[in-house]
Every structure is written in structure tokens, then in C-alpha cells.
């Protein structure tokens, strides 16, 4: 019997180690489970993130921008599962941006089947983020970091304050000068706050480049 090999790739410039890794979730019928067990050999490459400071997520972007998700369909391709978030710009920090950009990340929903790839942020409708983007070899935009490029946009819906919160403040990442797994990020901080510090970041990383 002809086996499917399924794998995940990485399109994104970080670290990879061997620590957090992708699960296929099947939501199926006893039978096509059995049948799915004995005709997919699915081949997982484990990941590890490694912590990265806003200097680091600027100078390895092609561009930074808050983007508001419109939509996102996951597909087949090449035996794996994407997902294509399509994002309306609302405000660029770094680099020439279209009004509307595609996002691809790996993971997804198709039919029946669920790639869920840890370390990936994933996008609803209506939803406000800063995002670090990396121009992707398919087309499109992919996210730099993944959960460390990701910054949600909450507003107090009493005040009207909006705060912004790394996704990967809920996700352990490696620390490199310690060696060891922390859960740490920014949470909650002040809109202008991130605002200035990543006008700050953004400056000492062309500055470098000169």
C-alpha cells in the first residue's frame, strides 16, 4: 500500500530546536480513523522558540504594521495544511505596505482534518494585531516569530483604552542567556507605550544597518 507522507514546514527565520511540535487532531468516524491510521505516515519536525527582543523581531521583518483580519481559508498544498489570512492594513510602522496583505501560515482546518502546529498565532475576523512580517517565497506575508511577532489590540470597552499583548506571553519560549523555558512577553501595555518602544526599536535598527 502507497503511504502520504504529511509534513509541516517552517518559513520563517528563527531558532529551531526540539521541544514543542505539531498535533493532528482527526475529528472522524471510527472506520475512516482506522483507515486514515494505516494509510497517512505523518512526519512531525518539533520546534523550539527562542526569545526574541523587539530589535530582534524589527531588524528580521520586511515590514511591521497593525492589520485587522478580514477572513482566513486553510487549503492543501503539497501535502500539507496552510492557512491564508487575509488582513486589511490600519497602520504601517515599517516598510511599504498594499491597503491589504495575505498572511500564510502553516496549520489549519480542512474537512474533517486539523493541523495545529504549536507557536503559530491564528487570526478571527475583526480582530486588531501588530504583526512583524517577513515576506514569504510563496507569496504574501508570513509572521515573523510566529507567537513572539504577534502583538493583539484589546480595548477597554468602558474606558476605550486599548492595550497590546504579545501572544507569546502565554507561551513558553527558550530563553538563549539562561537556557531555560520561560513564559514572559508584554501584557496589557498601554498603546502609545508600545507605540514609543517600537519607534525606539525601529531606530536602533537602522541605526545598526548604517
Known amino acids: 500500500m502507497m503511504r502520504n507522507r504529511m509534513r509541516i514546514e517552517m518559513p520563517i527565520k528563527m531558532r529551531i530546536g526540539t521541544r514543542a511540535g505539531?498535533?493532528?487532531v482527526f475529528s472522524l468516524l471510527p472506520t475512516t480513523l482506522l483507515f486514515l491510521a494505516f494509510s497517512f505516515l505523518i512526519s512531525v519536525r518539533a520546534t523550539t522558540l527562542a526569545r526574541l527582543s523587539l530589535e530582534q523581531l524589527a531588524a528580521g521583518s520586511d515590514a511591521v504594521a497593525r492589520v485587522r483580519c478580514a477572513g482566513a481559508e486553510s487549503h492543501w498544498e503539497n501535502?500539507?495544511?496552510?492557512?491564508v489570512t487575509t488582513a486589511e492594513v490600519v497602520e504601517t510602522l515599517k516598510?511599504?505596505?498594499?491597503?491589504e496583505i495575505a498572511v500564510r501560515l502553516p496549520g489549519g482546518r480542512v474537512g474533517h482534518l486539523t493541523a495545529a502546529v504549536e507557536g503559530t498565532p491564528k487570526f478571527h475576523p475583526g480582530e486588531d494585531a501588530f504583526v512583524f512580517l517577513q515576506r514569504s517565497r510563496a507569496g504574501g506575508f508570513t509572521v515573523a516569530g510566529w507567537v513572539e511577532g504577534t502583538f493583539r489590540v484589546s480595548r477597554d470597552p468602558r474606558t476605550g483604552v486599548e492595550t497590546v499583548t504579545q501572544d507569546s506571553s502565554a507561551f513558553a519560549v527558550f530563553d538563549t542567556a539562561t537556557r531555560t523555558f520561560r513564559i514572559e512577553g508584554i501584557r496589557r501595555m498601554p498603546l502609545e507605550e508600545f507605540r514609543a518602544r517600537m519607534a525606539a526599536a525601529l531606530s536602533r535598527g537602522e541605526e545598526k544597518i548604517r
Request: charged share 10%; no cysteine.
Open 95 to 99: 516598510g511599504n505596505l498594499p491597503s
Open 79 to 83: 501535502g500539507s495544511i496552510w492557512t
Open 22 to 24: 505539531m498535533r493532528i
